[in-house]
């Protein structure tokens, strides 16, 4: 196994966290939606607890993400975490807030009354839309050059220049990627609704949260669709494997779809699997499981997604200042050593997420309802 | 020509330290309460008393507020390695990136996965299945510990790597001696031990509280015993380990010991000073004005200290600046101690060498190249010192690394002897009724915070200006940001994490008074 070969498995692990991330913003999503479908206190006590035992998976999450980027592709982490400075602090401070919410929120004391602790929520909920745009720079670009020789310029030795001076917040302004955030939002409102259906035994958030679904659905579709057709006609970014020059092609992620054929089915299958949960949710009364059916679904399509913008000799992260400055697998990652102790390492993630669905399953045995909150349980 | 903004780096410092030490005061309580209730739990496991049930699921409520803010101040630490120290990243991301990842794969699913078990699953899961959540929560929460301070250890101690010209950053060469580095193994084991000095100091002051209120008092005996027992351990523990860090640290970081002794004449049977207060008027190590104002000092420690030998030499902060003083290789060889400026130029010639070596390369002129490299070879263990504009810069803050260690090994000593006593008399009975053992008792909760983050300013303080000790300091690793951004970045986090720690006071007091009669509310 050579040093590509390394290589193209980190891009692949990177896209599997990536896309188990997005699953598990259900969070978010379900916290954007917690006045929306709670409408009496008890009914967003049941909410925020339901969501408040799985959090910690979405936040554990991101930060493996980050480390495990850092650790496999750290030109990656120089580059847009010290470039795109202000789009990374925003979606950092939605987390924080996060953190202390859920175990702060109704407790005595807590000084800043259960309405903001449950607004810092939403915060967090509406802020995962900045995911889905730094995400979508993976397609679009930003503008950076990379210099290593700069290393030796002692007065300003900085590799990694961002040339724009709004300092990532100019993703915003970019169409596709605001399209790409409003799809991941609406999905994890999607997801939430379906985590919601799943876990809380109450008629009326069963049925707002239904409610929502058709709604969510139809604005997820709108937006993701955009964007999909979008990239995959857009011209990409594509790296000559013997020479490592990057290039604009056309319907480059299109073309990688399709020489890539079990990326492809994977896509499709993932797309067939995120409809087929919603569908049947909103036409079966009785089916809760959807939310397994769309999760796996979008942990397929956002793989697949991921695998195109990495894989099949194209740059991840293209700079639109200096093409020949855009990462690529080849070009960002870290030497061969690391990659294959890292790989020793990642022999662990089975057993990890063994053990993750044994307690998820312990604690989901049971739907929570109104009596268990009114009850002496541990809650939020 | 375009440069970079000093007050950056400051401010890029400053929003660290600000981030790390807000983190830190919530760390040591989870890694030391959170073994108090294991062990707390396995006694209702053995003994199936719902009493110790009770007094387990009080402390783990406490344990479950301090937790999520420690969370919450967490995940900016990761994320600043990036946002901040753009350059570091990249510099030296082969061999750093590995633990951060390692950590989050190993150790914070586990954490996160039984924390939810713990704290819901009590009526849901079997006793045992419980008590395996609970312990692999702390064990988790400690695992994490390892992999960031073997990460932190490395910053201090780069051992393992070699740097390659080519792709211009360090690499990984042994991941057993990143990870097994003795500086590594001192710092988890210090770091942990004093962590559960933590623990035990606030359920003996809580518990002492309720005594004081005459509330609670068999949970507080209860707690009392385990706290006691394991905070003695812990503080014996940090001793013994502190000991070998400080070994290490005159070892790998000669200035950073002198700093903190206040050492700015290297001497033969070298003082360690055991209480001191700093002459104020000293503004610079070579002004001629004494360091000491006052100072109790025992002949000989500080050589014993550092080289396991009372006779041996321990240079100051002068010699370490104008060099000329014999040194010992690791095979015994002898030889002269370069001074600063020495390596200045020696790192001057290790940049020119990347520089000319990368310039050779993109012209294929393969001789040049084989001169240039060579030239950074033999000079590469100095390449920071070719960032370093005045020798004067090598000196960190020594007032504070001098009364930060001061204080944090009297408190610690302190601890020894307050544990054992608290131990002793809860064990005699009488503990109840010393109305000053229970004001002291309160006491040592804000002495322990104080202790703990003592030992972080030593360590990070006392390394400055490294980032990477000898081959990157400060200025050569911040991102190219505004320093305005940053200024406004540290604003926030400020007002956020002070906001934040006052609900959380305020939320933990409320609990407290409550006692384990309120949990659910």
Not at chain 1, 85 to 100: N, P
Not at chain 2, 3 to 21: E, G, M, N, P
Not at chain 2, 112 to 120: D, G, Y
Not at chain 2, 191 to 206: E, K, L, R, Y
């Amino acid at each position: 196994m050579d040093y590509s070969f390394y290589q193209h498995y980190w891009w692949f692990l990177i896209s599997l966290l990536g896309a188990l991330l997005v699953f598990l913003t259900f969070v978010q999503g379900g916290q954007s939606l917690l006045y929306q479908i709670g409408k009496t206190d008890l009914e967003r006590t049941m909410l925020v607890n339901t969501l408040g035992r799985k959090w910690e998976f979405t936040f554990t999450t991101l930060v493996t993400f980050g480390g495990a980027f850092f650790a496999s592709f750290p030109l990656f982490y120089s580059t847009s975490f010290g470039g795109a400075y202000w789009a990374w602090m925003a979606l950092l401070f939605c987390f924080i807030i996060q953190a202390v919410s859920y175990e702060f929120r109704s407790k005595n004391g807590n000084l800043l009354g259960k309405k903001t602790f449950d607004i810092f929520l939403i915060i967090n909920g509406v802020g995962i839309l900045l995911l889905g745009v730094v995400v979508a720079t993976m397609f679009t670009g930003s503008e950076f050059v990379v210099n290593k020789a700069n290393l030796t310029n002692t007065t300003m030795p900085v590799i990694s220049t961002w040339s724009n001076p709004l300092h990532g917040l100019e993703a915003l302004l970019n169409v596709r990627n605001i399209l790409l955030g409003l799809a991941v939002l609406f999905l994890a409102r999607i997801l939430g609704e379906l985590y919601f259906i799943q876990t809380i035994d109450d008629r009326n958030i069963q049925a707002r949260s239904r409610k929502w679904l058709l709604w969510d659905t139809a604005l997820f579709l709108v937006f993701f669709l955009t964007f999909l057709v979008w990239t995959l006609v857009a011209k990409g970014y594509a790296v000559d494997p013997e020479t490592q020059v990057v290039s604009l092609v056309s319907a480059k992620y299109l073309h990688n779809l399709l020489e890539m054929p079990i990326v492809l089915v994977v896509f499709l299958l993932g797309v067939v699997s995120v409809l087929f949960g919603i569908l049947r949710t909103l036409l079966k009364p009785g089916f809760i499981q959807g939310i397994w059916f769309a999760g796996i679904g979008s942990v397929a399509t956002v793989l697949a997604l991921l695998l195109i913008a990495g894989w099949n000799n194209t740059a991840y992260y293209p700079s639109t200042t200096d093409i020949q400055s855009s990462l690529t697998i080849n070009n960002s990652s870290s030497s061969l050593f690391t990659l294959q102790v890292m790989s020793i390492v990642s022999l662990l993630i089975p057993f990890v997420l063994w053990y993750i669905y044994k307690a998820w399953k312990a604690i989901n045995v049971k739907q929570i309802d109104a009596a268990e909150m009114k009850g002496n349980d541990m809650k939020y | 020509m375009e440069t970079l903004d000093l007050s950056l780096v400051d401010w890029s410092r400053a929003q660290f330290a600000l981030t790390a030490i807000y983190h830190w005061l919530f760390v040591p309580l989870t890694l030391g309460l959170g073994v108090i209730i294991s062990v707390m739990e396995t006694y209702y496991y053995k003994t199936g008393d719902e009493e110790w049930k009770r007094i387990t699921q009080f402390w783990m409520k406490l344990f479950g507020i301090n937790f999520a803010i420690g969370i919450a101040t967490g995940i900016i630490l990761e994320f600043e390695f990036g946002t901040n120290w753009s350059n570091y990243s990249w510099f030296v991301g082969d061999i750093f990136g590995a633990p951060l990842a390692i950590e989050g794969i190993m150790a914070f699913f586990m954490e996160s996965t039984f924390i939810a078990v713990m704290f819901f699953g009590w009526n849901k899961v079997s006793k045992k299945f419980h008590l395996a959540s609970t312990w692999l929560t702390i064990i988790g929460a400690t695992l994490s510990a390892l992999w960031i301070l073997v990460a932190n250890a490395w910053m201090q101690f780069p051992d393992g790597m070699h740097f390659n010209p080519d792709t211009v950053r360090n690499e990984m060469a042994d991941f057993w001696a990143v990870l097994f580095s003795p500086v590594a193994m001192n710092k988890f084991f210090h770091t942990v031990t004093s962590s559960w000095i933590v623990g035990s100091a606030f359920v003996v002051a809580i518990s002492a509280w309720f005594i004081l209120k005459k509330r609670e008092l068999d949970l507080a005996k209860k707690s009392i015993r385990i706290a006691a027992v394991f905070g003695l351990l812990g503080t014996l523990l940090a001793a013994f380990t502190g000991d070998g860090s400080a070994y290490q640290v005159a070892q790998k970081q000669p200035m950073k010991l002198a700093a903190m002794e206040g050492l700015y004449q290297g001497q033969n049977k070298a003082e360690l000073v055991g209480f001191g207060i700093l002459n104020p008027s000293k503004s610079s190590y070579d002004d001629g004005v004494q360091p000491f104002a006052v100072k109790i000092a025992v002949p000989g420690l500080l050589s014993l200290m550092a080289n396991r030998d009372l006779n041996t030499f321990v240079p100051g902060v002068t010699d370490l600046i104008e060099g000329g003083y014999a040194t010992k290789g690791k095979n015994g060889e002898v030889g002269v101690a370069l001074s600063a400026e020495q390596k200045m130029a020696k790192g001057k010639l290790a940049v020119e060498g990347l520089k000319n070596y990368k310039l050779a390369r993109l012209v294929s002129n393969d001789s040049l190249a084989k001169v240039s490299k060579a030239q950074l070879e033999e000079n590469f263990a100095y390449f920071g010192y070719g960032y370093i504009k005045d020798k004067k810069e090598l000196v960190p803050n020594v007032p504070l690394t001098f009364y930060t260690f001061h204080l944090m090994v009297i408190i610690g000593m302190y601890f020894i002897l307050f544990f054992a006593l608290a131990w002793f008399m809860n064990q005699k009975n009488t503990f109840n009724s010393q109305k000053w053992m229970l004001w002291l008792s309160l006491l040592g909760l804000p002495l322990a915070y104080i202790c703990s983050e003592c030992g972080w300013i030593v360590a990070e303080v006392g390394r400055q200006p490294w980032v990477i000790q000898d081959i990157m300091p400060a200025n050569m690793a911040v991102s190219q940001i505004s320093a305005g951004a940053v200024q406004t970045t540290f604003v926030l986090f400020a007002v956020l994490f002070t906001v934040l720690l006052f609900s959380e006071l305020s939320i933990m007091i409320k609990q407290i008074k409550k006692g384990p009669e309120g949990l659910n509310h």
